[in-house]
């Protein structure tokens, strides 16, 4: 399994704006499709954001787009999350998650298709 460790989570207003980082040390991230998913307090964790092997595919949730952005780098085997426009709703945990694939192009919004996950990072909007 792929180790995953985010970070930048943090306190901030709404409408402010905040970056998160997953990084991991013991595999390269470029064979992997790479998600965000989140976790608010009593509910089902949720796709938040995927993006593709070559970085060419994105896709995300109803209620981030046009707000959040997805970004990885191969180079230093990272995948981001800004996050701008922040609303009280996007309180949650956050966590990154890899999926092995073949394709360059393919991308998943399905939880149960992501073998490895980090640990999480807070993220707390305040109104």
């Known amino acids: 399994q792929v180790q995953l460790v985010e970070s930048g989570g943090g306190l901030v207003q709404a409408g402010g704006s905040l970056r998160l980082s997953c990084v991991s040390s013991?595999?390269?991230?470029?064979?992997?499709?790479l998600a965000w998913f989140r976790q608010a307090p009593g509910k089902e964790r949720e796709f938040v954001t995927a993006?593709?092997?070559?970085?060419?595919?994105?896709y995300y949730a109803d209620s981030v787009k046009g707000r959040f952005t997805i970004s990885r780098d191969n180079v230093e085997n990272a995948v981001y999350l800004q996050m701008n426009s922040l609303k009280p709703e996007d309180t949650a945990v956050y966590y990154c998650?890899?999926?092995?694939?073949?394709?360059?192009?393919?991308?998943?919004?399905?939880?149960?298709?992501?073998?490895?996950w980090g640990q999480g990072t807070q993220v707390i909007v305040s109104s």
């Open positions: 013991t595999h390269t991230l470029r064979t992997y499709n």
């Open positions: 993006i593709s092997r070559s970085g060419g595919s994105t």
């Open positions: 998650a890899a999926r092995p694939t073949l394709s360059a192009a393919s991308y998943s919004g399905r939880r149960s298709d992501y073998s490895s």
